[in-house]
T-cell receptor
Framework: QKEVEQNSGPLSVPEGAIASLNCTYS??????FFWYRQYSGKSPELIMF????GDKEDGRFTAQLNKASQYVSLLIRDSQPSDSATYLC?????????????FGPGTSLSVIP | SAVISQKPSRDICQRGTSLTIQCQVD?????MFWYRQQPGQSLTLIAT?????????ESGFVIDKFPISRPNLTFSTLTVSNMSPEDSSIYLC????????????FGSGTRLTVV
């Protein structure tokens, strides 16, 4: 089983709608979770991190973590065309002896004007 | 958070040659990470570089192919040796953004094309 799984997409939403991106993970001991945004031809940019169960909001972005079900999600409210990018879910697994971030395959999001 | 300067930003190289990629960080960091992102794929960790010790390589990556230097706490290089077209990828270095829970910051990447 892959350590971090995401739907590859593409996910298409109309402008102004809510985009919902989901991620599941296999290592129950994972502690910290991250969402990165990557525009085509650019390096990943950290947009959210979460390590406690529940919701964490930052502007139009909300990260949700459920450790019992081993999933983390990212909601983007009032989606804009500029949100069109690939979103990478990442985590820090407990089993490693050093701080190595594991990335999921990414979900491509397209916001249609 | 830490700012990374990575160079070159892109290069086109002949097969059989080597390319060295440099990353300079504006603050001292314990660990630096080197990733590869093949076209249309996610990030794969190549190795972790600690200052003063040999780099730790992930499964599928070896020192002879990807030698790494870490001479001090702000600088590291990754060399892609004896290149083949299969090495065409984006190579990225990464460091902790700040406190560990704040995630990791990436350099701007090196887009390598091997012909």
């Amino acid at each position: 089983q892959k350590e971090v799984e995401q739907n590859s997409g593409p996910l298409s939403v109309p402008e102004g709608a809510i985009a919902s991106l989901n991620c599941t993970y296999s290592d129950r001991g994972s502690q910290s979770f991250f969402w990165y945004r990557q525009y085509s031809g650019k390096s990943p940019e950290l947009i959210m991190f979460i390590y406690s169960n529940g919701d964490k909001e930052d502007g139009r972005f909300t990260a949700q973590l459920n450790k019992a079900s081993q999933y983390v999600s990212l909601l983007i409210r009032d989606s804009q065309p500029s949100d069109s990018a690939t979103y990478l879910c990442a985590l820090l697994p407990m089993k490693t002896s050093y701080d190595k971030v594991i990335f999921g395959p990414g979900t491509s999001l397209s916001v249609i004007p | 958070s830490a700012v990374i300067s990575q160079k070159p930003s892109r290069d086109i190289c002949q097969r059989g040659t080597s390319l060295t990629i440099q990353c300079q960080v504006d603050s001292q960091v314990t660990m630096m990470f080197w990733y590869r992102q093949q076209p249309g794929q996610s990030l794969t960790l190549i190795a972790t570089a600690n200052q003063g010790s040999e780099a730790t390589y992930e499964s599928g990556f070896v020192i002879d192919k990807f030698p790494i230097s870490r001479p001090n706490l702000t600088f590291s290089t990754l060399t892609v040796s004896n290149m083949s077209p299969e090495d065409s990828s984006i190579y990225l270095c990464s460091v902790e953004a700040g406190q560990l829970n704040y995630g990791y910051t990436f350099g701007s990447g090196t887009r390598l094309t091997v012909v």
